[in-house]
Each structure stands twice: as C-alpha cells, then as structure tokens.
C-alpha cells in the first residue's frame, strides 16, 4: 500500500490562512471542492462529520500535527489533503501545542486496515526529527510533496 | 514485571480516538508502560508510537508494566481494551 499515491501537488495548501479550528477545516474542504478533489454536494456533510469527529476528541495528537479524518459510509473514493499553516492554528491538541500540519482524510467505512495503515504512515512522518522543520521551510507545495516522499517511502 | 495480553475486538482496530482514551488513562499512573504488537515495542504512554503499530482487531497487545500503580495500569486498560473502547 503505497500512501504517497494518495498525495499529488494539488493535494497540499502550502499557505493556510485561517488561525482557527473550524476556520482552518472549513478552509480546506473549500480548497478541495474549487480544486475538483470533493464534489461541491459533499462539502457539507464532510465538514460536519469532520466537526463531529473533533467533538468526540481533539485530533491534533501533538508535535504540531493534526490528522482531522472522518469515515463516511458510501463515500466515494478518497480525499486526502495536506496543509500547512506557518501561523500555527489553536487545535485544542493534546499536548497544547499549536498545530503546523494538518493531514486531511475522508473515506468511506469499510476498510480499517487500509485506516490503520494511513495513520501509521503518517505517524512515522511526525515523529521523524526533521519533519515539521522541513515542511514549515518548504517554499512551495511542490517542496512539500518532495519532503513527503522524502520521507515518507 | 506485571504483563497482560489483550486481543483487540473492536472492528476498527487501534485507531486516533482508542488511542487517545488508552494513553489518557495510561498517563494517569507513574509506572512505565511498554506495549507490544506483533513483535513491535513502544511507549505506551505515546500516541504517535501507539499509532506506529497499526494494531487491528485480533491483534494482541501485550502490556508490560513495573512500579507502585503498574497493576492498577495494567488493569484499568485492560478493562479499556475488553470494552472495545466503547465502539461496536
């Protein structure tokens, strides 16, 4: 299972710009509906289910990474984005910290092995020494997907 | 040394959210805790590690433990672990 499939360029915001938790979600569903990723008809019900999910416990699992996911039963195919915010965004994490990096990711219910196996690919990326410092000097989406694959094959 | 060995029940496996219920109460206590999963060791009480594992239903989660309130731990996640963190 190759994870990095999931991530072209146009998947990574290099430049978040809202500073808030619902802001900064909102801001990367609307990103992914005006780049053709998510159908303009699903942008509501992802936001909300996201929203509930962060209800049930903060995903900003610490390190400055957060991991906002949702399964939603009959979605199809996957959305995965990632983004970047140089500012920080107040997530309500579990260690305090403000979150840098977000890793977005919808899909449909079925497939827990396939879940388990995105999380723990993207685990091993936050808990690399130099990830966080290398995605927040990247100049451009571009260098981002280069970290990515960089370290994350 | 106190260990246990639990199996995973729950369909979903060791994902984000039984993750963060288990390393809450785990943190609660001193003692150390070491968690195994098919052959991997990791802190127990580190949510990125625990997610290293990519533990899913059946697994099983070894628990390994020493210290003042190690029994207490151990028991307390166990009980977690059992209730297939309040999932299905």
Redo the contacts between chains.
């Keep these: 299972m190759n994870h990095l499939d999931l991530f072209k360029e146009k998947n990574i915001i290099a430049e978040l710009q809202e500073t808030d938790k619902r802001g900064v979600l909102e801001e990367m569903v609307d990103y992914a509906v005006s780049s053709e990723l998510l159908a303009k008809t699903k942008k509501k019900a992802v936001i909300e289910a996201i929203m509930a999910r962060e209800q049930l416990g903060s995903t900003g699992l610490g390190n400055g990474i957060a991991i906002p996911h949702v399964k939603i039963k009959g979605f199809q195919g996957d959305l995965s984005l990632v983004g970047r915010s140089t500012r920080g965004v107040d997530f309500k994490s579990i260690d305090g910290e403000h979150v840098s990096i977000f890793f977005m990711i919808v899909s449909s219910t079925e497939d827990a092995e396939k879940h388990l196996s995105i999380l723990q690919w993207i685990s091993g990326l936050a808990r690399h020494r130099d990830f966080k410092s290398f995605v927040l000097g990247a100049s451009d989406a571009k260098e981002i997907l280069g970290i990515l694959k960089e370290i994350g094959s | 040394m106190h260990k246990i060995v639990v199996v995973i029940p729950n ?7 039984p993750i ?1 219920q288990f ?1 809450e109460i785990a943190s609660r206590y001193q003692a150390p805790l070491a968690v195994s999963c098919n052959g991997r060791e990791v802190d127990g009480k580190s ?3 625990l ?7 059946g697994n099983e989660l070894e628990l390994e433990s020493d210290g003042v309130d190690a029994e207490e731990m151990l028991k307390s996640l166990e009980n977690l672990i059992r209730a297939g963190f309040h999932e299905d």
């Design positions: 369909k979903a496996g060791l994902h984000a959210r963060s390393v949510i990125l590690q997610m290293t594992l990519a533990a899913a239903c």
